[in-house]
C-alpha cells in the first residue's frame, strides 16, 4: 500500500513538472542579397509577443516559449523575387472561440498558461506586419526599423507600439491598423510612425494616443471606442490640426479651450490649414465613456 502511495505521489510530482515545463522554438530566416521586403503573418491564441528591431543581419528571427507540448506552431517561408513571405500559425483548436478567449482574460490570472515570443527584425528590410492576436500582451518597439504597413487583431489583448531609442520609421507607412474586441491600445511616439493613415478601434476598453510631438507628413488617424475611455496628447497649438467628435449624451468630452470650433463637432488649432503637408486630422469616435484630449 505504502509503494503504491509513493508511486502516485511521484507521478502526481511529474506530471506537474510536465504541466510547466517549457519548450523552446526558433525560427530564422537567413539573409539574402536578393531579399528587400518581409512580409510576415503572425498568429498566436495566447501570448506573451515581444517585436523589436535587431543587430543580426537576419530578416526574421523568433525565439518562442511555449508551456504546452502538444500545441506547437507551425511555421513556413518563401521567397519569390526580393519578397520573404513567412508565417508562423499557433493556434489552440481546444480554445478558439471567442467567448472562452475573453472568459480565460477575465478569470485567468495574469501570465498564467502564456507562451512567449521574441520576435527580432532587421533594419535593412522593409516589412508588412500582419498579426493576429487571440489574448495577451504584445509590445512592438519599432524604432529604426522600416515598416511599410502594420496591421494587428485581437480577440483580448493588451497593444503597447512605441520607439524606445526614439528613432523614426525609416520608410513612409501607408497603414497601421489595430483592431481589438477587448483590451487596450498605447501608441507613444506617434510622429515616428510617419504612416499616412491610423486607425485603432476598441469594442471595449482603453486606447491612449500620444502626438505630442506633431507628425512630418499629413496624417489621418480614427480612434474609435464603444464602451470606454480614448485620451490623445496633442502637440502645440501651433500645430496644424483638425478634430471631428463622433460621440453620444453617454460620452464624457473634455478639450482644451485654444481648439475653435468650425462646425458641429468639428474643432481646429491656430495653426489649422487645411491642405498643410503635415496636418493631423483626427476622427474621435466614443459610444459610452470619455474622451480626454490635451
Not at 506573451?48 to 513556413?76: C, D, M, N, Q
Not at 481546444?94 to 521574441?118: M, P, Y
Not at 493613415?197 to 491612449?208: A, F, R
Request: hydrophobic share 40%.
Amino acid at each position: 500500500m505504502l509503494h503504491k502511495l509513493c508511486c502516485l505521489l511521484m507521478l502526481t510530482a511529474w506530471t506537474g513538472i510536465l504541466a510547466h515545463a517549457q519548450f523552446v522554438k526558433e525560427y530564422k530566416i537567413s539573409e539574402s542579397p536578393e531579399v528587400e521586403r518581409v512580409a510576415l503573418h503572425f498568429s498566436s491564441y495566447n501570448s506573451l509577443t515581444k517585436v523589436k528591431g535587431s543587430t543580426s543581419p537576419a530578416p526574421v528571427y523568433i525565439h518562442g516559449h511555449l508551456l504546452k507540448s502538444t500545441i506547437l506552431p507551425e511555421f513556413r517561408s518563401s521567397i519569390a523575387k526580393d519578397v520573404v513571405d513567412a508565417t508562423l500559425v499557433h493556434k489552440n483548436i481546444e480554445t478558439d472561440n471567442l467567448g472562452r478567449t475573453i472568459a480565460s482574460k477575465l478569470f485567468l490570472s495574469e501570465n498564467e498558461e502564456n507562451h512567449t515570443w521574441d520576435i527580432q527584425l532587421a533594419d535593412d528590410y522593409s516589412y508588412l506586419l500582419d498579426f493576429n492576436l487571440g489574448m495577451g500582451n504584445a509590445d512592438f518597439d519599432l524604432s529604426q526599423l522600416s515598416i511599410s504597413k502594420m496591421k494587428v487583431k485581437s480577440a483580448s489583448a493588451d497593444i503597447s507600439i512605441h520607439y524606445g531609442a526614439l528613432r523614426t520609421n525609416q520608410v513612409a507607412m501607408d497603414t497601421l491598423l489595430v483592431t481589438l474586441n477587448m483590451g487596450k491600445v498605447d501608441l507613444q511616439q506617434a510622429n515616428f510612425l510617419q504612416s499616412k493613415k491610423v486607425i485603432i478601434e476598441v469594442n471595449y476598453g482603453e486606447i491612449s494616443l500620444n502626438f505630442s510631438e506633431g507628425a512630418p507628413v499629413k496624417s489621418q488617424i480614427l480612434a474609435a471606442v464603444a464602451g470606454g475611455s480614448l485620451y490623445l496628447k496633442l502637440p502645440p497649438e501651433s500645430t496644424p490640426m483638425r478634430i471631428q467628435l463622433k460621440t453620444t449624451p453617454l460620452c464624457r468630452t473634455v478639450l482644451p479651450d485654444y481648439l475653435r470650433a468650425v462646425g458641429e463637432d468639428i474643432f481646429v488649432s491656430k495653426g489649422y490649414v487645411a491642405n498643410h503637408p503635415a496636418l493631423l486630422d483626427f476622427v474621435l469616435d466614443v459610444g459610452v465613456g470619455a474622451v480626454t484630449v490635451e
